[in-house]
């Protein structure tokens, strides 16, 4: 089982990424969540999706310019991110877990991680 985030890149301010996260090995049965570490900065929180997908979850700094949704025939998480701005440079991880879809501790099952890179 594992999963692999991709579709990172190189944006200027204001455009426009998709990353994805594909699981291989087994279906997605839980939440599904996107965090992030820039340098020097510890991961953070960045949004989530319900196995269903009829709930969704945002940090403050990305609400009303990240989408999160899912395929579950395609057994893949996509993280649409719009507006994006320089302060969004990370490196992005996807995440399978379950209990509250905002805490890291509760995924115990993580990608590898794009880099996502916003320039001024």
């Known amino acids: 089982v594992q999963l692999q985030a991709f579709g990172g890149g190189l944006v200027q301010a204001g455009g426009s990424l998709r990353v994805s996260c594909a699981a291989s090995g087994r279906t997605f049965s839980s939440y599904v969540g996107w965090f992030r570490q820039a340098p020097g900065k510890e991961r953070e929180f960045v949004a989530a999706i319900s196995w269903s997908g009829s709930s969704t979850y945002y940090a403050d700094s990305v609400k009303g310019r990240f989408f999160i949704s899912r395929d579950n025939a395609k057994n893949t998480v996509y993280l649409q991110m719009n507006s994006l701005k320089p302060e969004d440079t990370a490196v992005y991880y996807c995440?399978?877990?379950?209990?509250?879809?905002?805490?890291?501790?509760?995924?115990?099952?993580w990608g590898q991680g794009t880099q996502v890179t916003v320039s001024s």
């Open positions: 995440a399978a877990g379950r209990g509250n879809p905002r805490l890291e501790y509760e995924y115990n099952l």
